[in-house]
C-alpha cells in the first residue's frame, strides 16, 4: 500500500506564496501520475495540477500561469509551489498518488489526509 502525507499548509496573505509537499511510501512498484486536488467548504474536491511520471503537467485554469505542479522520482516527492495567492484558493489541499501495487499495470489512487491552505488578509 502507499501512504501519502501533505505538508506545508498554512495562513497566508492574498498575493503570498505557499509551497506544499507531498511525500509518497510504502510498497509499490511505480508510481506514475500524482495530482493537487482541494475542496473548499461546499464544493466538490477539484483538480489544480497534476503531473506524469515523466513531468508533463496539467493545471486547472484558475491555477494557471500562478501554481507550479513538480516532482521528484527519486525522493518520491511532489510539490506545488502557490504564487499570487487569492482568498479563492482557500481549500483543504489533498495529494493524490496513481501507484501501482498489486501488480506494475494495475493503478490505484491514493490520498493523503489533506493541509488546509488559508489565503487571506
Known amino acids: 500500500q502507499v501512504q501519502v502525507v501533505e505538508s506545508g499548509g498554512g495562513l497566508v496573505q492574498p498575493g503570498g506564496s505557499l509551497r506544499l509537499s507531498c511525500a509518497a511510501s510504502?510498497?509499490?512498484?511505480?508510481?506514475?501520475?500524482m495530482g493537487w486536488y482541494r475542496q473548499a467548504p461546499g464544493n466538490q474536491r477539484d483538480v489544480v495540477a497534476t503531473?506524469?511520471?515523466?513531468?508533463?503537467?496539467n493545471y486547472a485554469d484558475s491555477v494557471k500561469g500562478r501554481f507550479t505542479i513538480s516532482r521528484d522520482n527519486v525522493k518520491n516527492m511532489m510539490y506545488l509551489q502557490m504564487n499570487s495567492l487569492k482568498p479563492e484558493d482557500t481549500a483543504v489541499y489533498y495529494c493524490?498518488?496513481?501507484?501501482?501495487?498489486?501488480?506494475?499495470?494495475?493503478?490505484?489512487?491514493?490520498w493523503g489526509q489533506g493541509t488546509q491552505v488559508t489565503v487571506s488578509s
Open positions: 493524490n498518488v496513481e501507484a501501482a501495487t498489486r501488480s506494475r499495470w494495475i493503478i490505484n489512487n491514493y
Open positions: 510504502g510498497s509499490f512498484f511505480s508510481i506514475n501520475a
Open positions: 503531473i506524469t511520471s515523466s513531468g508533463s503537467t
